[in-house]
């Protein structure tokens, strides 16, 4: 058991989307963490988990992260300001950044239940078997694992077209921490170039990457629901054509993306990401 000192909320922080392979059962949340199954659950400001250590978790879940001085930095506006309200507590996790590389990759186009769906079978085939309290849990698939499939059964996974991206940017990536430990090292622009460059990778996947594992909290992710929320509540910010092109497209060209991307980060700063993700799954809840 330990007494949160900071604002923490970790029923928000595991479903807003930023992650998907986190089930609740009986109160328990169960994951797995460097390879290791956990159980955690909060009990008003006390948090109580098993088979983890307490630097573990406050790393995990950014508990180290002033979110009063985040706060402080992204309120520009009373909207902003009254979303942070009503999802207060919630935090950025830090993912491993290979899991996230793929995971990602494989959440283009598709909806938080099938993304859960391809990554238990992804790890279901490729990962370890684990358990804790009897709930059967599966590991990530380390680099090698999937470097060594076939596409063939990527497909039966479920993933579809993004079988031969996730196949590619696998085998391209040999020497996973110490690709990651550089990209850790970047600036963000420069880091965001280098995902880029991998298959299956994009603006959008880049920026997930680089806010949900790489501590690059200036990235800000756009997708429908943050073209939303710039026509509902930020359009002033941009011209009236602009904001008329994007509302009469389901989909977003990269330069748009890359001009409410940029907006996003100019406007919200260097804790950018923060906002996003709040913005993100207070339109996505329809939270009024």
Avoid at 122 to 144: A, H, Q, R, V
Wanted: proline share 3%.
């Amino acid at each position: 058991m330990k007494l949160i000192q900071t604002p923490f909320d970790l029923d928000l922080t595991l479903c807003c989307g930023q992650i998907f392979k986190w089930e609740k059962r009986g109160g328990w949340w169960y994951g797995i963490i460097n390879d290791n199954p956990i159980k955690i659950r909060q009990l008003s400001k006390d948090l109580e988990f098993e088979n983890a250590s307490s630097d573990l978790i406050k790393n995990y879940f950014s508990l180290n992260d002033n979110l009063q001085e985040i706060k402080r930095k992204v309120v520009r506006d009373e909207y902003i300001k009254t979303v942070l309200k009503k999802l207060w507590g919630l935090r950025i996790i830090k993912q491993d950044p290979w899991e996230c590389l793929i995971s990602y990759i494989c959440a283009t186009y598709k909806n938080i239940a099938a993304i859960k769906s391809m990554l238990f079978n992804l790890s279901k085939k490729f990962g370890e078997k684990k358990s804790l309290d009897d709930f059967i849990m599966y590991s990530f698939p380390n680099p090698k694992k999937l470097q060594s499939a076939k596409e063939s059964d990527l497909l039966k996974c479920g993933l579809g077209y993004r079988s031969k991206y996730v196949l590619k940017t696998a085998r391209k990536i040999l020497e996973p921490n110490s690709f990651f430990d550089e990209l850790y090292q970047l600036p963000y622009s420069q880091a965001k170039k280098r995902l880029i460059q991998l298959p299956g990778v994009g603006p959008k996947v880049a920026d997930c990457i680089l806010l949900f594992s790489l501590e690059k909290t200036e990235a800000f992710p756009v997708d429908v629901w943050i073209k939303r929320v710039i026509i509902n509540h930020y359009s002033d910010h941009f011209s009236k054509s602009f904001i008329s092109k994007i509302s009469q497209s389901r989909s977003i060209s990269c330069l748009e993306y890359t001009k409410i991307n940029e907006f996003g980060r100019s406007y919200f700063g260097e804790h950018a990401g923060y906002a996003q993700e709040y913005l993100f799954y207070f339109e996505r809840m329809n939270l009024k």
